[in-house]
């Protein structure tokens, strides 16, 4: 299984559990806007339909802990939820391919609310390079690795070129100095190590949904 690590206190993390916490942290912050004062793993059990024997061990990585028949404080997990997952620090990223999916994504400023900063485009289209999409600036891919040696504090690259450019995409962002991929292309990037790779298919969600509607349709 692969794993994952907090940084701050190097608690070693199941993949599922990391995916699993955003989910506690979204329900915990609809809570908070109730003004509701605490919230058990029972209750949180009925809502995310997560078993509540899970809910408790994945929360038991944090430093948190529920108080008997009354449960957790919800502004106490709210914020050792997003301190632990990284959502309250600012973590700089570009976007790599400017389309649809890229502009969508350099345009989305609830972004920002779980920690990531777009701060700018690339792409080789002539057209679009020199332009701003949601008022971030579009510079020319081949001079990635020259601004990030003035912007070294950027260390994410969102990753929504096509297909057939996806390796050597990456290539060029690992060789600029860039330590994170999140890689949106169907394509299984290679990289060293050291390179953080987070794959988000749309794609194969699709095929998910549509497999699971025709054998619903035909069970």
Known sequence: MKMAKS???????????????????????????????????????????VQSSQIAKDLSFLSVRGKTRIGYEVKSLMAELEDFLGFNRKHDAVVIGTGSLGTALMQDRGLENYGLNIVAGFDVRSEVIGTSLGGLPVYDIKDLAEWHRSHNEVSIAILTVPVESAQETADMVIASGMTALWNFTPYRIKAPEDVVIANTSIYAHLAIIYNRMHNTNNG
Do not use: G
């Open 7 to 49: 940084t701050e206190n190097q608690t070693i993390l199941p993949e599922p559990t990391i995916r699993r916490l955003p989910w506690y942290l979204s329900y915990v912050r609809m809570l908070d806007n109730l003004h509701v004062e605490y919230v058990s793993s029972t209750q949180i059990s009925k809502e995310l339909n």
